[in-house]
């Protein structure tokens, strides 16, 4: 039987709701903002701000567009798929929004706030618009009633939380292994030293591939970055050796 809100512990009802709702929910709020936006910037009277106004709605409008283009990446499109629904190529696009994504899953891929009670306000403003749609905003997210999904969204969050923290020991990691390396140099242990200094780009490349599935958005860049430390590993392995890596002995 599917887990309802009904049937959830307290902690998994006040979880946030899994990415992708997360950000069509930041999205409404968005929507909701232009609309006041627009009916505040109506000229009545001397206190009418043409240019605040108009810059105000621009503002607002570029955020509408950053969300939606963290959407399409939630949805899973590539950026050569929003390059196209934007007229504009791969490239371009990436350059444009790549910023607005990264930020995005720095933060965690959630909104800050408990979801219920900006769900449900957000809901009643727009049915005072469109009273046939009482439901607008919290029918289009269904992790809101779905607390194993949301849970399981934050073991995903969680993990990636946990792989950051591993990444962040690899500088002093690798700076240990690399004098290890040097002060071996010319004595029976230098090749041994190498071959440990390789090993630990290895494993930094191995915590860039788990959390290229754990923050989906940038996985391209995380095995990007993993490619490279093998890349940097076998450079390390093959001058200690003359050998390929492959063709090295596993470090002792």
Same mark, same amino acid.
Request: without cysteine; proline residues 2%; glycine residues 4%.
């Given at each position: 039987m599917t887990e309802t809100d009904d049937t959830a512990p307290e902690a %998994?009802?006040?979880l946030p709701l899994i990415p992708l709702d997360d950000i069509r929910l930041a999205r409404a709020q968005t929507l909701q903002q232009i609309g006041t936006a627009v009916l505040n910037d109506l000229p009545t009277g001397e206190e009418y701000d043409p240019v605040g106004? @108009? /810059?105000n $709605? /621009?503002? /607002?409008?570029?955020? $509408? =567009?950053?969300? &939606?283009?963290i959407i399409r990446r939630e949805q899973g499109a590539s950026w050569t798929d929003i390059g196209d629904e934007a007229g504009m190529s791969r490239q371009a696009a990436h350059d444009r929004w790549s910023s607005a994504v990264a930020s995005w899953v720095m933060l965690g891929r959630h909104r800050q706030g408990a979801p219920d009670h900006t769900v449900y306000e957000l809901d009643g403003w727009y049915s005072s618009i469109a009273p046939d749609h009482p439901d607008a905003v919290s029918s289009g997210l269904p992790s809101l009633h779905d607390p194993a999904a949301r849970r399981a969204a934050q073991e995903q969050?969680?993990?990636?939380k946990r792989l950051h923290a591993e990444l962040d020991a690899f500088s002093e990691l690798n700076r240990d292994a690399?004098? #290890?390396?040097?002060? @071996? =140099?010319? =004595?029976?242990?230098? &090749? @041994?030293? #190498? #071959?440990?200094w390789a090993a630990v780009h290895l494993?930094? &490349? &191995?915590? /860039? %591939? #788990? $959390?290229?599935?754990?923050e989906p958005l940038l996985a391209t860049e995380h095995r990007r970055r993993a490619r490279k430390q093998r890349s940097m590993a076998e450079d390390i392995a093959t001058e200690s050796t003359g050998k390929p890596a492959s063709q090295t002995e596993p470090a002792a």
């Open positions: %998994d009802r006040q106004g @108009a /810059l $709605l /621009l503002r /607002l409008a570029e955020k $509408l =567009t950053e969300q &939606a283009v969050r969680e993990e990636a690399f004098n #290890r390396s040097f002060e @071996a =140099t010319g =004595t029976p242990e230098h &090749a @041994a030293r #190498r #071959r440990e494993e930094h &490349a &191995a915590v /860039l %591939d #788990r $959390l290229a599935s754990a």
